[in-house]
Nanobody, 119 residues
Framework: QVQLQESGPGLVKPSQTLSLTCTVSGGSITTSYYTWSWIRQPPGKGLEWMGVIAYDGSTDYNPSLKSRTSISRDTSKNQFSLQLSSVAPEDTAVYYC???????????WGQGTQVTVSS
């Protein structure tokens, strides 16, 4: 079965760029027809979908975050990454990577990583 693991710094200063990487094992990020997603959960709030990168490299983003968000991949390392620019304290959240199958089901999740935006 596929396994996902997030990595990156846990503390980011306001106005800087948040960068996280999801390392995938047990399956290829280029296999049809999976997509690979970033989701976050601010403290006390629900899950917020941020965006996806598909098996063919195409991307889609939450319109509320699109201007600040970039998702990319490194197929040689079987990794995909998230960059969120111009962060503010309200971007503090647990960030997850996950695989999407079928009609939008998240069938596999990373453990999540806490990112705090603070000076």
């Amino acid at each position: 079965q596929v396994q996902l693991q997030e990595s990156g710094p846990g503390l980011v200063k306001p106005s800087q760029t948040l960068s996280l990487t999801c390392t995938v094992s047990g399956g290829s990020i280029t296999t049809s027809y999976y997509t690979w997603s970033w989701i976050r959960q601010p403290p006390g709030k629900g899950l917020e979908w941020m965006g996806v990168i598909a098996y063919d490299g195409s991307t889609d983003y939450n319109p509320s975050l699109k201007s600040r968000t970039s998702i990319s991949r490194d197929t040689s390392k079987n990794q995909f990454s998230l960059q969120l620019s111009s962060v503010a304290p309200e971007d503090t959240a647990v960030y997850y990577c996950a695989r999407v199958v079928g009609l939008g089901e998240y069938d596999s999740w990373g453990q999540g990583t806490q990112v705090t935006v603070s000076s």
